[in-house]
């Protein structure tokens, strides 16, 4: 059973950064889809950022520039630098996790581990 643990949320002032980490453990598969999702209050919740073990990334067009994911195939954990943060970009994020088949990054149903979530608050 995949696990998958969200850390590194906080509370920052608009402009400054954060980095969250997941840990991914449970036996991951050799070839496996990551991503980072977010959701606000009263919103949906959107595909922020996703990476795969072949080392794509695919961006959300409001992140684009500022928000950087990587992984770390040693100790199974992917990471969100963020940079230059702005209001809204204050949620909820969740890392989430699927193996096997094609890449498909922001669909959300493609995902069948997640994780808690971590907050991020940005003010301004």
């Known amino acids: 059973q995949v696990q998958l643990v969200e850390s590194g949320g906080g509370s920052v002032q608009a402009g400054g950064s954060l980095r969250l980490s997941c840990t991914v453990s449970?036996?991951?598969?050799?070839?496996?889809?990551m991503a980072w999702f977010r959701q606000a209050p009263g919103k949906e919740r959107e595909g922020v950022a996703a990476i795969y073990t072949g080392g794509a990334t695919r961006y959300a067009e409001s992140v684009e520039g500022r928000f950087t994911v990587s992984q770390d195939n040693v100790d199974n954990i992917v990471y969100l630098q963020m940079n230059d943060l702005k209001p809204e970009d204050t949620a909820m994020y969740y890392c989430a996790y699927y193996k096997g088949g094609t890449w498909s990054p922001f669909i959300e149903s493609k995902y069948k581990y997640w994780g808690l979530g971590t907050q991020v608050t940005v003010s301004s």
């Open positions: 449970g036996d991951p598969y050799r070839t496996y889809y």
